[in-house]
């Protein structure tokens, strides 16, 4: 038996140190003693197996050497067992593949090795059944080892568990206040290898491959020294940090001292992340800007063209032109009905110089006045058809009486009469014909330049289905009509069709507009991601004519869309951005 009474602390080949106190020291020094004669009866010692082999029945015999976690090939043997998890993790579902890893310690001062490991091992499993009860399906892995200090901790690896910063300060809490086993700091959650398996058990080798060597103790005397060395730098290094001792060991005040310092190169990694995002901003401001001037270049150019001074002028001038050009449509769309209805050119020059000195308004108020004109003598003659049967039947009574005669009289001139307003309704029906088909007429044959640009265009990207757009006389709506003479309002069409429709507008207004001052650049941005297949070829082909009389760029970020291009248009020239 060899006492320690001169010793206060003892230290082992790998650095680890145990603090004693009289009562404890014999027996530690007695249980060091027994493990290393252990050790070395079982050196070479094997484990002898009898049994069968389960397929064959066949009697079957198996030596397994005795291995301790100080040798080589017992390390081997755990990390191989460990990565057999792989196809376990694996099949696991999503929820149970996150993986996180807790260490466990309790207060030291005071307390024997025996207590410490009693207080550590009782509040560990009352942490255990209550996360257990939480997670009933969470799995664990649990690895007792002791400290450098001598006393024991436990590193924990949970399969199925988040532990929230609410959950991590609960666990903390019960830690410190209920189960009375130590500070905050005694439970450390770490989460940055959270979601690998490879992660989870290098983390269990880290402390498994913390062993005593097989050399023994070696110089108590010069590894005190050691420590107090180690000790030293620690406080040096919680002097300069301005940090106060916990008390809960020199080795936890440098884990401590780790998490602060890979917290400060997280910031410093945050800051310069920041920096390089703000100077990207400043980049992709100064690139803005860059197009602002741009964009106010082109206004400046199309301002001068429209003979404008501000956007509101250049929209107002646009919508001067617009009106222009319709009214002059409008002008040519009469004149020729007119010549049309008029027979010979003494006629057409009365109604020319009648027209002259009227107004649209006028003539539309006089067709209505014309219609209820119509629906006035309509009901007379339906009133007098009445009266004549009336008449009629007072004929047959009056017959026979002496003032026949004079009754025959008056249905003559009643019947006149009939013959005088079936004449004025028939002057006003023909009117109303003669006004309805020039109408129509003026709305089939003479649409505004734009519309009868834009039907081309329309009917080319439909693939044929709509045939003609046209806008009644006298309104800005808009109608289209399929091959069958079905007529649609805009609502009525699908969104996509609408859109196909609002586009061939848009080209043929530029057609419109080429044809009256020099043909602008055209910039499309990906206008074809609601087009179907066969409509957005059809629209290729449609911007394929409009390249004709005007320079188009067409930018798109779908390689389908520069597909249909080159399948659509041979000769279409790409340029990708990214390598300019």
Not at 431 to 441: P, Y
Not at 541 to 559: A, G, M
């Amino acid at each position: 038996m060899i006492y320690l009474s001169d010793i206060k602390k003892l230290s082992f080949s790998n650095g680890r140190r145990v603090l004693t106190t009289s009562k404890t020291q014999n027996a530690t020094w007695d249980m060091l003693q027994d493990y290393d004669e252990h050790k070395e009866k079982c050196a070479n010692g094997k484990v002898l197996l009898n049994g069968y082999d389960a397929g064959t029945g066949v009697p079957q015999e198996k030596e397994i050497p005795i291995l301790y976690r100080t040798d080589g090939r017992y390390k081997k043997r755990l990390i191989a067992k460990l990565y057999t998890l792989e196809p376990w993790y694996e099949n696991l579902p999503r929820t149970m593949q996150l993986v996180s890893m807790l260490t466990f310690t309790t207060k030291q001062i005071g307390l024997s090795f025996f207590e410490q490991y009693s207080l550590l091992r009782d509040s560990w499993k009352n942490v255990r059944d209550l996360i257990k009860h939480q997670h009933p399906h969470a799995e664990y892995i649990v690895i007792w080892e002791p400290h450098k200090s001598g006393y024991a901790h436990i590193h924990v690896v949970y399969f199925g568990v988040k532990f929230t910063p609410d959950y991590s300060d609960k666990l903390k809490q019960l830690w410190m206040e209920k189960y009375g086993a130590g500070g905050a700091d005694a439970i450390k959650i770490d989460t940055r290898y959270t979601g690998t398996l490879k992660s989870a058990c290098n983390y269990i080798m880290k402390y498994v491959s913390k062993t005593l060597t097989d050399d023994g103790c070696q110089s108590i005397n010069t590894y005190a020294d050691s420590i107090t060395v180690y000790e030293n730098k620690i406080r040096s290094v919680l002097d300069v940090c301005g940090k106060m001792e916990s008390g809960l060991g020199f080795d936890t005040e440098l884990e401590l001292l780790r998490d602060d310092v890979e917290k400060a190169l997280s910031e410093k990694n945050r800051l310069d992340a920041l920096i390089l995002e703000l100077d990207g901003i400043v980049f992709s401001l100064k690139d803005a800007e860059g197009k602002h001037l741009g964009y106010l270049s082109d206004m400046s150019v199309l301002l001068k063209e429209g003979f404008s001074e501000t956007e509101d002028e250049f929209v107002s001038n646009a919508k001067v032109w617009d009106e222009l050009v319709r009214a002059r449509s409008g002008y040519e769309i009469a004149e020729s009905h007119v010549r049309k209805l008029s027979g010979n050119d003494d006629e057409h020059l009365k109604i020319v110089d009648e027209l002259n000195g009227s107004k649209f308004d006028v003539l539309k108020a006089q067709e209505v006045e014309a219609v209820g004109l119509i629906g006035e003598v309509d009901d007379d003659l339906e009133s007098l058809s009445d009266e004549k049967g009336s008449i009629r039947n007072q004929i047959r009574q009056l017959e026979g009486y002496n003032e026949g005669s004079a009754l025959r009289l008056e249905l003559e001139s009643l019947k006149e009469g009939l013959n005088e307003r079936s004449r004025e309704w028939a002057t006003y029906s023909v009117a109303q014909h003669i006004l309805s088909k020039a109408m129509e007429r003026y709305e089939r044959e003479r649409q505004p330049d734009v519309i009868t640009e834009a039907q081309s265009f329309f009917s080319n990207i439909t693939g044929g289905k709509y045939e003609r757009l046209y806008s009644p006389l006298g309104s800005s709506d808009i109608f289209v009509e399929d091959g069958a003479g079905k007529r649609k309002d805009i609502i009525e069409l699908s969104r996509g069709t609408a859109e196909q429709l609002y586009l061939a507008l848009r080209f043929g207004f530029i057609k419109e507009l080429g044809k009256h001052s020099e043909s602008l650049p055209i910039v499309f941005d990906d206008i074809l991601v609601n087009f179907d297949p066969v409509r957005s070829r059809n629209a290729i082909s449609s911007i394929n004519e409009l390249s004709l009389s005007n320079q188009v760029l067409y930018f798109t970020c779908h390689p389908g869309t520069v597909d249909m291009f080159r399948d659509v248009v041979p000769d279409v020239r790409v340029v990708e951005l990214s390598k300019l």
